[in-house]
């Protein structure tokens, strides 16, 4: 079973980081969290952004000075700091880590528990999004897991997951690309245990990616 390399997983998100906007190596590590959850999460981040900007997106940090993206789960607050991406001159939308989303049957409603919202660990919302997002404001979303062992009730969440976000319905997401959801967001689960793949095929026909990303020395 694999294991979270630190080191190597700090220095590709630096490399990445420093690469695809104006931060520092200083600012970058400065940010680096200290749980190995956390570090993932930022790494999952750059991996993203290192993507997007291959789409010819651009990405900027909003505020000056190093990475401090949030901790725990909340609102989306563009006041506070958080990636925003480009599409030439167009705001694209706004990238943030633990946003606690309002899901689907919230909307349909009346939902008046705490199943009115999930939390996802990044998200990208489009422009003029709510404090307090809607599903149809999500572009993109991912779940992280750092751990060694993949487990299958990790798919079995993010399906869950997904569902409270769109229906199974021909969609085309934020690329113009055709998805079986709708609204058309990319929802993704990666994970550092290569054994998740083993569990693709299934959640492909729901618009959920399976990606095995391992930061590697």
Known sequence: MPAL????????LEDILTTVTSLTPAEVRAAIPKTRGKLYELYSVAR???????????????????????QGGGHADASKPHFILFNGNTLFGRLYTDVEVRTLGEWIGPVGDLSAFHEIDVVVLRDGHLLSPLHFDLLIGLECKAVADFEKNFVREALGRRRELSLLWDGVDPFGDPIQAWPGSIYRLVYIDPKGN????SPAMFGVELLHWLPTP
């Open 198 to 201: 083993n569990y693709r095929d």
């Open 48 to 70: 993203l952004l290192s993507e997007l900007t291959g789409r010819g997106l651009r990405a900027r940090w909003s505020h000056p000075g190093p990475v401090k993206l949030k």
């Open 5 to 12: 390399d630190v080191q190597a997983c700090e220095a590709e």
